[in-house]
């Protein structure tokens, strides 16, 4: 029991392999580390190597500056997703996805299996795993491992995939009518079986939502419910009812009531911002361009910053009209656009002479540290896709948000900006986005007004919220002291019952 007892934790951390879930996997592999955890980092080749390349050669480990300034225990490994280096995942995620359903698992059990045959001291005890993965309690059960899922988003989208079954019983997805009309034998009543359109208001923890502001994956017709997509969602979320703590990349404060509904059914833990302002830790996966100095000298809060993130794409037509109402709006911008935002086959998405006509007034990158962009005195906002992370560090920075959400959570998260904590405004309040409503909201956006003033006072309460609950008595740092304390607990627990003569990971008791 003793011996059982005095066991350091040793979690094995795996991160989605996307920009959007490695990063605040990093910034919680280090966190944990510092309160006494070893940490074994787990990267895909193919990650690995887009971040070495955005570095001109082999990143190497990257967590080797954070290690030798903290003294952590934190080590990197890297292993394959099942695809050679030069697939396209993008172009081809469907095929991706795939790959993570069925292949990926087997790649995880043979990275445990061997760590636990080099004998390592200490040995595996936790798995933390992006909760976006399927075969997490397959793998826990199996090396008797404490299973640790780390949910990325809004606890609010978390809240809306753990209760599909009610959507779908409801009829608000996945309805009986769209699967009756599959069959050709069946002359049914189309307007009676469609995917319901009132609001939703069944949803425990969610007050109402329309169906529009779901999340993509949840709009879908009956039809294409048999995608990958689907499969992998139906998948993880039943596997997450079966771990043994979640962790929630947010605050209390910002979503109580999901987060209650939620802790009603399991242990979750709300422990965001789970990010720093200050990381050695490289994750860019493509080369950043300093933009200091042509920041330098910009009158305060006059830059608007642009970023759509580092997975989605937008089409050809939508950025000319962005670029056409960034130069109608005459505001100052910087502009992220990654070589492949409309397809790594698509080189040139420019309007024909736009960095000619923007010269002075805009600065278009590849990519940047967002971090350091947006938290310059010249930045005043923030036109977004509306990823999580974006939209915590805007909130960190006090920046309102101009939202153009392209899919996934992106759409559920817009409410929260625009209709919930109404810290944002709509890029386009059409399907069809045009290059006059660009330029008219930016300049809601960034020119002193009733609107601009009402969003910045908001944002100000929201960002005191957020700060002040990573403070030593704050909400985030006291539920992230709980889960360590009670994960250490429940390591011992399985240590303790595995005592007698049993083997885990490796080691003999």
Known sequence: MERAKSRKPHAIMIPYPLQGHVIPSVHLAIKLASHGFTITFVNTESIHHQISTARHGDAGDIFSAARSSGQLDIRYTTMSDGFPLGFDRSLNHDQF????LHVFSAHVDDLIAKIS????DPPVTCLIADTFYVWTSMICEKHKLVNVSFWTEPALVLNLYYHMDLLISNGHFKSLGNTLRNHACLILDRTCLDNREDVID???GVKAIDPKDLMSFLQVSDIDTNTRSYR??????KDVKRADFVLCNTVQELEPDSLSALQAKQPVYAIGPVFSTESVVPTSLWEESDCTEWLKDRPAGSVLYISFGSYAHVCKKEIAEIADGL??????FIWVLRPDIVGSDVPDFLPTGFKDQAQGQ???VQWCCQMEVISNPAVGGFLTHCGWNSILESVWCGLPLLCYPLLGDQLTNRKLVVDDWRIGINLCENQMITRDQVSANVKTLMVNGETSSELRNNVEKLKRHVKDAV???GSSETNFNSFVSEVRDRIETKLCN????????GLEF
């Open 97 to 100: 996805f795939e790959g993570m």
């Open 471 to 473: 403070t030593a008595v």
């Open 232 to 237: 992998i969602l139906s998948k993880a979320f």
């Open 117 to 120: 045959r080099r004998g390592d």
């Open 202 to 204: 069944y949803v425990p």
């Open 498 to 505: 595995n005592v007698n003569g049993v083997k885990l990971n």
């Open 327 to 332: 130069l109608l709006s005459g505001a100052s």
């Open 362 to 364: 805009g600065l278009v």
